[in-house]
């Protein structure tokens, strides 16, 4: 991958602040440059008109070459200009440099003099003596008639010697600053596309079956939101998984209970010892009871996978309940006599509703088959059911374990199963109630549990009547 996020960000930082930081301090740099030259050609200007206007009110200063040259010598530690006095005719009169003796008497010409002495006041930066110089010439009258000029300058040198510092200093700065810049950008970079670059190793973990994988969260910035939110995923996956294995294992176990069971029965039968009539009868129960059972399994599950693809469908009539309900039971009396079990229903004759009569039985098996396996030998199974405004209610008790406190809000979740301790033989798929309440909620009603620990546990539905 060339352009990684890492490449991008170092980049989209760089580029303009190597394009925009040098443009922008060679712009500085030459308008201070331009501005400071304006500047002393303009105190030079104003110098110069100084000197002139003492010049026009004592002529006698200037009037020849010696006095010339005596004011030259009062101003030379006066200022840093170098100042020139010249004849009409451009000839060097005076000087406030030692240097320009040799020049005194010469002609001096440059255009700017020239100028001067035919017109009034040049100023600018060109050629001097030795170097370029900033200048101001301007012309001296008497009565109307040009008597001289004088020509104050300033070498460059000096000037542009600090402007060469100042741009040494400002590339210096430059470069700094892109290699500081470059230095933030690809720590920066690092510390987003360090987490990514863990977030996508840990994202291959999960599509490769690895649901224990979690990312380490450096920071409270968008990318650690990310990587917190994929960690919840992870978790959710991997609780998810459990659950499914746990399933899975809850189901192997449950259909190879009957399965064991019924094959205990039919190997008995198949040795042909068995010749008591009653014995007999009582096997061929017990193979048919987990038979029962198995059915039972097998159409929860197929139930679940069906619901699993559209929602639960009803087919409402208008039921008798009392007739339903004395089914139900009637189902149950040979395990109520094997078990030792009173069973008891208590259902008035008139209750009607309108309801899908195979899903109520199935929510009245689901409930009688818990009671049974929770209720000891001796102990009473009882189905009541009454009305109640615009509903009926249907109940199941049982004087059996009961359910610990802390278990209530659970049981009518799927696989739920119980506490461990319980032993293996009553401990179903933990379907059974959490389809119970799915059928009931889709007729519109209630389904709900009181139970105490050692005493018995009681579940009540209701239906509505219309
Ligand atoms: P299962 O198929 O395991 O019976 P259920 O959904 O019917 O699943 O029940 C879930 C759990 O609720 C059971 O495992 C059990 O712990 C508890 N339970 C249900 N009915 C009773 C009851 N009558 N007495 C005591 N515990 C019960």
């Not at 200037?62 to 005719?89: C, E, I, K, M, Y």
């Not at 009688?368 to 009305?387: C, E, I, S, Y």
């Not at 109640?388 to 739920?416: C, H, K």
């Amino acid at each position: 991958m060339i352009w990684t996020l890492r490449r991008k960000l170092a980049i989209s930082h760089v580029v303009p602040i190597l394009l925009l930081m040098p443009l922008l301090s060679l712009y500085l740099l030459y308008s201070l440059e331009d501005f400071y030259t304006q500047n002393l050609v303009n105190q030079l200007v104003n110098q110069a008109q100084l000197l002139r206007n003492e010049i026009q009110h004592n002529p006698s200063l200037v009037s020849n070459q010696a006095s010339a040259q005596a004011f030259a010598g009062t101003l030379a530690p006066l200022t840093d200009a170098r100042v020139l006095f010249l004849s009409p005719d451009a000839t060097v009169w005076a000087s406030t440099r030692e240097e320009d003796a040799s020049r005194i008497g010469s002609q001096y010409q440059p255009p700017a003099v020239t100028q001067a002495l035919i017109g009034g006041l040049v100023k600018g930066v060109g050629p001097g003596f030795t170097t370029d110089v900033a200048y101001a010439v301007l012309p001296l009258r008497q009565g109307g008639k040009v008597t001289g000029a004088l020509r104050l300058s300033y070498e460059m040198d000096d000037v542009r010697a600090q402007f060469d510092q100042l741009r040494e200093l400002i590339i210096a700065g430059v470069v700094l600053t892109v290699v500081l810049a470059l230095g933030l950008s690809w720590g920066l970079s690092m510390t987003i596309a360090r987490p990514l670059r863990e977030l996508t190793a840990s994202v291959r973990g999960i599509a490769g079956g690895d649901y224990h994988t979690r990312v380490a969260i450096h920071g409270r910035d968008e990318v650690g939101e990310l990587g917190d939110s994929f960690n919840r995923m992870a978790a959710r996956l991997d609780q998810a998984e459990q659950a499914r294995e746990r399933q899975l294992a809850a189901i192997a176990h449950e259909l190879a209970r009957p399965l064991t069971g019924m094959r205990a029965g039919l190997d008995t039968l198949q040795e042909g010892q068995v010749t008591d009539p009653g014995m007999l009868e009582t096997l061929l129960g017990g193979v048919g009871d987990e038979l029962d059972r198995l059915e039972r399994l097998v159409g929860t599950l197929q139930g679940l996978h069906k619901r699993a693809l559209r929602p639960l469908q009803l087919n409402r009539t208008e039921i008798s309940l009392e007739q339903v309900i004395r089914a139900c039971v009637g189902n149950f009396n040979s395990s109520a006599d094997r078990l030792g079990i009173h069973l008891n229903s208590q259902v008035p004759p008139e209750l009607r509703v309108r309801a899908d009569e195979d899903r109520v039985i199935q929510v009245l098996t689901n409930l009688l088959d818990n009671a049974f396996k929770f209720t000891p030998r001796g102990g009473n199974v009882t189905v009541q059911a009454g009305a109640d405004g615009n509903s009926v209610w249907v109940r199941v008790m049982d004087t059996g374990v009961g359910i610990a406190e802390e278990e209530l809000p659970n049981i009518f979740q799927q696989f739920y199963r119980g506490a461990d301790s319980r032993p293996p033989e009553t401990r179903g798929m933990g379907l059974g109630l959490a389809i119970s309440r799915e059928i009931i909620a889709a007729h519109r009603g209630r389904i709900w549990v009181e139970s105490e620990l050692g005493k018995g546990s009681c579940f009540t539905f209701t239906l509505p009547k219309g």
